[in-house]
């Protein structure tokens, strides 16, 4: 039988926290912090959203510390739960209840509870903690599961039997990869079998709710750990196929010798987890994870060389926008994934001494704002166990960013785009908007790049006035409209 237990008392710091146990006093209710704010207290973490538990009327109970402190509480009737923001603190109020699953559905049906339903129904028993606010009990501890014991053993592990806790609400499976990515916990060996039995009970989630559980893995100091739990357990299959898919070997036998490439799936993570050591950029640290994301795909094993994956750059590229798409990721940031995986290889091809100025210049301009991530990932992409080789890659990378630097002062590369404005080329060719004056603004670029002319306005009008009539020749009718001026 579970019974509560006053296991410790702690030393509540926060008065915000001591505003709510004096309300719930006056208001004669039991409030108890309780799940993040317990665990985060013994892991010696920020405490700034701070979930209550309420033993009555939770929405009253907000209003009236949203009224207190001059804020405004965030009702959601349906859950009867609410948000008070104040100051730096996020202070959820929920009734204690019970809450039952309908197999199909991950939205619960909630009815009213005591404190021990509450605490049951958490995902796991180091979340399952709770301490007292009131002025008579402030800071008892209360664990019913053993939950500072899990806790101080660093396991993740279920209040209920995992199997019932994971269908209740099969998000928490996702939540088991990522706490044990955030904190550096283990997960119980039977919730990681109950996860690998139920996996595919993910897709009844919706994409966003996923989504923001990975992106969390994803911003963990080592998020190779969330993820390769998402791998073991299957459900990265469900989550993030393309992922998925970059596990295995394959070998061929040629000529008495036998071929075999790199696990791409394990050179991936361990060049997220190098890059993650460097930045806490997101969206740096998902273009990381994609950088290699079609070397399945165009994978080619050629008799006398072994295997390529000649393009894999480019393909992977156009990938880009579909998995944002499918994942429902912030289109914002497509064009800088999209730049960073189809130019990772690029810096590594300047390397010989008798690259051109030209080749360094459309390195710069083509990597533009991103261009000091680009090296970032390629630097985090050295995994080789040599490490002569390391030092010697990483010299390669670093001569040919200082190339790139000096080209970029020379030539004035930043923001770089055609000294001879759109609206100049319409009026002195009398032209209309048009598919012409993109073509004459990208001659003039070209030209610039290749080094036939100095990235300066003099120059560049005077090769456009002496070129602009073979151009236009050369352009197809329906490239030109003429304007009537």
């Not at 309908?102 to 339903?117: A, C, M, N, Q, Y």
């Not at 100091?221 to 459900?235: E, M, N, Y």
């Not at 050591?277 to 640290?285: A, F, I």
């Not at 950088?291 to 590229?317: C, L, R, Y």
């Amino acid at each position: 039988m579970i019974t509560i237990k006053v296991i410790d008392k702690i030393e509540i710091e926060e008065d915000i926290l001591k505003l709510i146990g004096v309300i719930a006093d006056e208001l004669q209710v039991e409030v108890y912090a309780v799940g993040g704010y317990v665990r985060d207290y013994y892991l010696n973490r920020d405490r700034t959203d701070i979930d209550c538990t309420v033993v009555g009327d939770a929405v009253k109970f907000a209003k009236e510390v949203a009224a207190r402190t001059k804020s405004k509480a965030v009702i959601y009737e349906r859950f009867r739960t609410a948000m008070v923001p104040i100051g730096k603190y996020q202070c959820e109020f929920v009734g204690t209840r019970k809450e039952e699953y309908l197999p199909e559905s991950r939205k619960p049906i909630v009815t009213e509870g005591t404190l021990l339903d509450d605490l049951k129904r958490r995902d796991f028993t180091c979340n399952a903690l709770a301490v007292c606010v009131n002025k008579s009990r402030m800071g008892e501890v209360i664990d019913a599961f053993s939950g500072l014991e899990d806790l101080k053993s660093g396991l993740l592990k279920t209040p209920l039997d995992p199997e019932v806790t994971y269908s209740d609400d099969p998000l928490r499976m996702m939540r088991a990869a990522r706490f044990a990515s955030q904190l550096n916990f283990e997960i119980e060996q039977a919730s990681l079998e109950a996860i690998s039995k139920m996996a595919d009970r993910i897709n009844i989630i919706s994409q966003e709710r996923i989504t923001e559980e990975f992106l969390k893995i994803l911003k963990s100091a080592q998020p190779s750990v969330g993820i390769d739990i998402l791998f073991q357990t299957g459900l990265l299959r469900y989550i993030f196929p393309e992922v998925h898919h970059l596990a295995g070997v394959e070998i061929v036998e040629s000529s008495e010798k036998a071929y075999g490439h790199k696990d791409v799936y394990k050179h991936t993570l361990k060049v997220l987890d190098n890059i993650s050591e460097q930045t806490e950029n997101v969206w740096l640290r998902f273009a990381t994870l994609m950088h290699d994301i079609a070397k399945p795909k165009t994978k080619k094993f050629v008799k006398g060389t072994g295997w390529t994956f000649h393009g894999h750059e480019e393909i992977g590229a156009r990938w880009i926008k579909k998995i944002f798409k499918r994942m429902k990721l912030p289109f914002e940031h497509v064009a800088y994934v999209e730049k960073l995986v189809r130019l990772h290889q690029r810096p590594m091809v300047l390397v010989d001494d008798g690259v051109t100025d030209s080749a360094i210049r459309r390195l710069a301009v083509t990597a533009d704002e991103a261009l000091e991530d680009l090296f970032t990932l390629c630097r985090a992409d050295i995994t080789t166990k040599n490490e002569n080789r390391e030092k010697k890659y990483l010299h390669n990378y670093e001569v040919v960013f200082q190339k790139i630097l000096e080209v970029q002062e020379k030539d004035q590369l930043r923001a770089f785009q055609s000294p001879v404005r759109g609206e100049e080329i319409m009026e002195y060719c009398k032209l209309e908007p048009s598919r012409a004056v993109g073509v004459i603004k990208h001659n003039i670029e070209e030209a610039i790049l290749e080094g036939i002319i100095p990235n300066e306005y003099e120059d560049a009008k005077k090769y456009f006035i002496s070129n602009v009539e073979s151009w236009l020749s050369a352009l197809p009718p329906d490239y030109l409209r003429r304007s009537i001026k």
